[in-house]
T-cell receptor, first 113, second 115 residues
Framework: KAGVTQTPRYLIKTRGQQVTLSCSPISGHRSVSWYQQTPGQGLQFLFEYFSETQRNKGNFPGRFSGRQFSNSRSEMNVSTLELGDSALYLC????????????FGPGTRLTVL | QKEVEQDPGPLSVPEGAIVSLNCTYSNSAFQYFMWYRQYSRKGPELLMYTYSSGNKEDGRFTAQVDKSSKYISLFIRDSQPSDSATYLCAMSVGMNSGGYQKVTFGTGTKLQVIP
């Protein structure tokens, strides 16, 4: 069974630009969660999608948005990039959102210059 | 104050040593406790999970939860160089009304096991 895939793996952008990250969950998984990982803050929850609907949202500004498609693939968008947005962005998929069924992808390393 | 505190390390031990990794938390509503392992350039993988207080053993790994002290630990016996990774503790209050179990993570402890 293929794992969670994320594209691209690395990305370099400049301040003010926008970026779109993609996540393909494990086949059959309907829940996709997004996290931001930084050395100082650790993993912080961005949002979770289930069957194309956002079910939960973390404490991030509106510049961070996402969506989920009918095939459960998910995209995350960050507009008007700031230097502080440099981080590893991880997505995790699960069948229904249970913690012990959550599988992470390898992440997208975003660098904002 | 963060809900979950974890010593970032790095922690360096010789092969075969017993490793103790710890986290403290402030939210008394946490009921589910997890440990993730994250290798360099990889996403975290769930290592162990426990519900409520007590110990849980899985091979060389033992997870311990002390809810009265709001303290959890992961012990690794006979540590191996392949155990070198960052270990993240994580906690959850349970399933919310929206049908999702939000997990709060520690910042991770970097462990290096030296051959």
């Amino acid at each position: 069974k293929a794992g969670v895939t994320q594209t691209p793996r690395y990305l370099i952008k400049t301040r003010g630009q926008q970026v779109t990250l993609s996540c393909s969950p494990i086949s059959g998984h309907r829940s996709v969660s997004w996290y931001q990982q930084t050395p100082g803050q650790g993993l912080q929850f961005l949002f979770e999608y289930f069957s194309e609907t956002q079910r939960n949202k973390g404490n991030f500004p509106g510049r961070f948005s996402g969506r989920q498609f009918s095939n459960s693939r998910s995209e995350m968008n960050v507009s008007t990039l700031e230097l502080g947005d440099s981080a590893l962005y991880l997505c995790a998929s699960s069948l229904d959102g249970f913690y012990n069924e959550q599988f992470f992808g390898p992440g997208t390393r975003l660098t904002v210059l | 104050q963060k809900e979950v505190e974890q010593d970032p390390g790095p922690l360096s031990v010789p092969e075969g040593a017993i490793v103790s990794l710890n986290c403290t938390y402030s939210n008394s509503a946490f009921q589910y406790f997890m440990w993730y392992r994250q290798y360099s350039r990889k996403g975290p993988e769930l290592l162990m999970y426990t519900y409520s207080s007590g110990n849980k053993e899985d091979g060389r790994f033992t997870a311990q939860v002390d809810k009265s002290s709001k303290y959890i630990s992961l012990f690794i016996r006979d540590s191996q160089p392949s155990d070198s990774a960052t270990y993240l503790c994580a906690m959850s209050v349970g399933m919310n009304s929206g049908g999702y179990q939000k997990v709060t993570f520690g910042t991770g402890t970097k462990l290096q096991v030296i051959p």
